[in-house]
């Protein structure tokens, strides 16, 4: 997939593989996350060092990421080095070595990354909370494993995953910025002939993820006693999955409810009642699965009205819906978020990559944005009685909470 840019000088080239943490067994938890790291650690033709330099000295950007569902190798650069960054992303994902010693090399760092992660209370409560949604399921581990999985990941099984999974059909190539497609499509089959990944001229797309499990539900809170001086929590229910139609609608109630500092929450949780700094909703989409939640921190002794306050909130929502004014602010932080975000080649590239990758089509960015001024009251209102209605909801406390009375009552009203 590909995306020329008139007049851009930069250009930004990605290699998404469907491979995320959901598809690891219990012994492989962390494995996908683990490649990301051991990826950029040497090629039969480049070491790491040399992965480094090579883009620091053409002034690039080369980086990775995981999720639950995939895993993307990127590269951004000026337009003249597009070339290279196509070669060494390419040499990187087809060819990586995984010797042991960089094996137990970066084993050492992803624990230290643990314990950083474990440290930022704010952060690790949404594990948490996929915890107490999810149960113990591919879905409702942490990405990035734990101490235990890491630290029992041989380089064997690693390599034996990696080996099974970064496969031809699994991948999309996407690049956007001062390209041509026919050149990319060039400069990209011949380095994945280099890496052996074209080898099968027989070989078709792998077709779209779709429900690999039953969802599962967990036993609806979670708590991790930390010595904080904040109680980070977390309340939320199951969402909706990646391709449900609502997810236009979902977007909308989303940012009027908790996304921005005129949102319905931040204004009655922090500027009337100053009972926190931080608080936001968030909704996450997975292909047969999804999460929606309100975060807040605070101090221990104001939990109990922090979330009376957010019950209330989402109670009235629920059955009102928004307001004509919250409406429009809901639509004009899905545009701008939308149109502002593609200033940049690397936010192209990961848009058109993503929706290969997840949806399979790409929706054009005048069709999105007429998918989110055409969402009506009635959508919204709709959406919201049946998410914001107390049911099933789940919670999460990571900080100091000794009694859970508070968070059960909340979860149960």
């Not at 002034?59 to 590269?75: L, Q, S």
């Not at 999309?172 to 089959?189: C, L, Q, Y």
């Not at 009376?308 to 978020?337: F, I, P, S, Y």
């Amino acid at each position: 997939m590909t995306e020329s840019v008139p007049g851009s000088r930069s250009a930004a080239y990605g290699i998404w593989t469907d491979t995320g943490s959901r598809d690891e067994s219990r012994a492989l938890a962390g494995a996908s996350h683990y490649l990301e790291h051991l990826l950029f650690k040497g090629t039969p033709t480049r070491d790491a060092l040399e992965i480094a330099a090579v883009f620091d000295r053409v002034g690039g950007d080369a980086n990775a990421f995981t999720t639950k569902e995939h895993t993307c190798y990127y590269a951004h650069v000026l337009a003249e080095d597009f070339a290279l960054a196509v070669d060494v992303v390419t040499d990187m994902v087809c060819s990586s070595l995984l010797r042991n010693d960089d094996v137990e090399a970066e084993r050492g760092v992803i624990l230290e990354e643990i314990a950083m992660h474990e440290d930022d209370a704010a952060d690790a409560v949404h594990d948490a909370f996929s915890h107490a949604v999810f149960g113990d399921t591919p879905l409702g581990r942490p990405i990035i494993g734990t101490e235990e999985s890491i630290g029992a990941l041989s380089r064997t099984a690693i390599n034996r995953y990696y080996r099974s999974r970064y496969a031809a059909p699994t991948m999309v190539v996407a690049a956007a910025g001062a390209i041509e497609h026919r050149d990319v499509v060039k400069r990209a089959g011949a380095a994945f002939r280099r890496g052996g990944l074209l080898d099968d001229t027989d070989a078709a797309p792998a077709p779209l993820r779709s429900t690999v499990a039953p969802r599962a539900k967990g036993d609806g809170l979670t708590i991790w006693d930390r010595p904080t001086e904040q109680a980070n929590i977390v309340i939320g229910t199951h969402g909706f999955a990646r391709r449900d139609e609502r997810r236009f609608a979902l977007g909308v109630l989303n940012n009027a409810l908790g996304g921005g500092m005129s949102s319905r929450l931040f204004q009655e949780v922090r500027e009337k009642r100053g009972l926190a700094y931080s608080v936001y909703s968030f909704a996450s989409a997975y292909a047969d699965a999804g999460l929606f939640g309100v975060y807040a921190g605070c101090a221990p002794k104001r939990v109990k009205e922090v979330l009376a306050v957010t019950r209330d909130v989402l109670a009235d929502v629920a059955a009102h819906g928004l307001t004509d004014d919250e409406m429009l602010r809901g639509k004009g932080q899905l545009r701008g978020a939308l149109v502002l975000g593609l200033e940049d080649t690397s936010a192209r590239m990961t848009r058109i990559g993503k929706a290969a990758l997840a949806y399979g089509e790409q929706m054009s960015v005048d069709e999105t944005l007429r998918r989110i001024e055409a969402v009506t009251p009635d959508e919204v209102r709709a959406l919201a009685a049946e998410l914001l209605t107390p049911g099933s909801w789940c919670g999460a406390v990571v900080g100091k909470m000794k009694d859970d009375s508070v968070m059960r009552k909340a979860l149960a009203a």
